[in-house]
């Protein structure tokens, strides 16, 4: 008999339908008219065992006992799903062969794999393990899958990588957890004070930001336009651009800051001949936006649709799980395998007759067209997020539903239009030896824009990680090199320095997308140019909810700002535990793991270092930041989340 474990009951109940019917449902798993059986998890079935399974003492979280870890590290079976646990553990011992069925990501992995291991499967049964990777539900994916197995230890490297992440966080979040709680009490902080890799450096970048935006002290700046006309009466306008002798009454961006200077240009320029002495046309293209990742998705919608991550991960899991309209959601590819370009036309053909408005006054997308998103190179054990082979049914779907399908199949269908194409002009005028600028686009042929031009204007016309620069440039006259012009006047621009914005879902995303713009160490920097992210496409939007329900961030309209606790734990902190660039680290390390490039002890030790210093240091020094400051978590979520914490005897 042959097991499949599938992650979840929905992706065992997609893999059941293709096998030989009639089938026989059982308690917690699926039988095949051949035999063959399909069980689930229901997500993670085992979880990291409490410090007191280790040691009866830390059931009172004391400093001597910290930093705790584990000699032999200890799974135990979660309460709540105990029982799917003990159907898999018979289905286990009846099988001859285990196909491994998890979500195709470094998690998914994990969490058949530990379910194989607690059960006990060992010796040739668990060489001879497979591993089915499915991205689609739909019927005639999941047999394509099914013919493509590969052997469940080509995936030992991702196995081990999520393993490290977890022991990791583990040993981290619950030893520094402890030692910020324990030492809150004593300033008068009644509540947990907990401290992730990843939720807290994010915390630190929120908080830093409310810092930048209430110490922001505004101050005015100047820019000249020359405002000109040719012989024939057509006007343009061009910007001053200062030269070197203006640098000492400029700021580090390059704005003028003295009024008088900005003032002579004007005097200076006005009624004065202009020469247009450099002018420059070239033709442009610009290839189609790739299609999303998960994390790309969420930028785009909060920004179009006002939508959370969670409420987009969530719409994503409707349409894949549920509706089977989407591939698997939580990827943080942008690219597709080149085998999938066979399967173009039918997804096109689904996309056209569920979505047809997609493509009112465009032109028909071609199927044989090839863009640069089927690249086997930049995809592993997941791709980018496109449509299915399945009609979507509009009318049946939610109202979010319905926008993320759309925006998903807009992004897929753009990769069979052929390039924007666009002529730009880029004009240098001199006037009185000072030299202006301006610039002009006029579309030639609009490819895939098409697609986009009747979006609305806040919801612009490309994705987020698209460098589409639509600035609102102006048309030119015909003009030559040489030409002589005449400045009508000259005309003095005051504007102020503005404060950076608080962050929003959709800049918190990109921010944990980008990490690296934000990590100060410039050998850090280098290396996340390769690896670059907080967190992961699975957890990220997770770990921004979990903020908001511990009390350490607040929505006010679309901004997102830090609590009083926030800060507090902010400012109580070592920056080390507060900036991104340890945890950026780490999933540089954890990728290099699942890429074979580092060993698990490799990790594991430097951190167990670097964690006896935290400890020591925040053994050595009170929370004073946290004194006066009031519990504000709400006091549902916050009581549920830390049930067996609040029970501990704190010392």
Known sequence: MILYIAEKPSLGRAIADVLPKPHKKGDG?????????VSWCIGHLLEQAEPDAYDDAFKSWKLEHLPIVPQTWKLQPKPKTRSQLTVLRKLVKQASSIINAGDPDREGQLLVDEVISYLGVKGDKLNQVQRLLISDLNPQAVKRALGQLRSNREFVPLSTSALARSRADWLYGMNMTRAYTIQGRKVGYQGVLSVGRVQTPLLGLVVRRDDEIANFIPKAFYEVLAH?????????????????????????????LARGLAENVVSRITGKSAEVTKLEAKDKRQNPPLPYSLSALQIDAAKRFGLSAKEVLDTCQSLYERHKLITYPRSDSRYLPKDQLALAPKVLDAVLRGASGLVDGC?????????KAWDDSKVDAHHAIVPTEKVANLSALSSNEAKLYQHV???????????????????EVTIEGGLFTTKARQDKALGWKQLFKRT????SNTDSNNNDDDDNEQSLPPLIKGQILQCERGELLEKMTQAPKHFTDATLLGAMTGISRYVTDSDIKKILKETDGLGTEATRAGIIELLFKRGYLVRQGKAIKA????????????????????????ENSLD??????????????PLLSQLDGLITQASSQLPSALQGVANS??????????????????K
Do not use: H
């Not at 992004?411 to 666009?422: E, N, R, V």
């Not at 609305?456 to 919801?459: F, P, V």
């Open 363 to 371: 032109d028909a997308p071609n199927a044989k067209l090839k863009s």
């Open 456 to 459: 609305t204007a806040n919801q």
């Open 29 to 37: 798993f699926i039988t095949a008219a051949n035999g063959d059986c």
């Open 592 to 605: 290099a793991i699942s890429q074979k490039r580092l060993k698990y002890d490799a990790f594991m030790q």
């Open 228 to 256: 000109l006309l040719t012989d024939q009466q057509q006007a343009f306008s061009a910007k001053w651009q200062p030269s070197e002798a203006c640098k000492p009454y400029m700021d580090e961006d390059d704005r003028v």
């Open 409 to 427: 199949a807009r992004q897929y269908l753009a990769q069979f239009y052929p390039a924007y194409i666009y002529a730009e002009t880029a004009v």
């Open 633 to 650: 978590a709400p006091k549902r979520s916050f009581k549920k989340t830390y049930k067996k914490k609040t029970k501990a005897k704190v």
């Open 563 to 586: 609590t009083p606790v926030g800060v507090g734990l902010i400012r109580s902190l070592p920056d080390s535990a507060t900036t991104p660039d340890m945890t950026a680290l780490w």
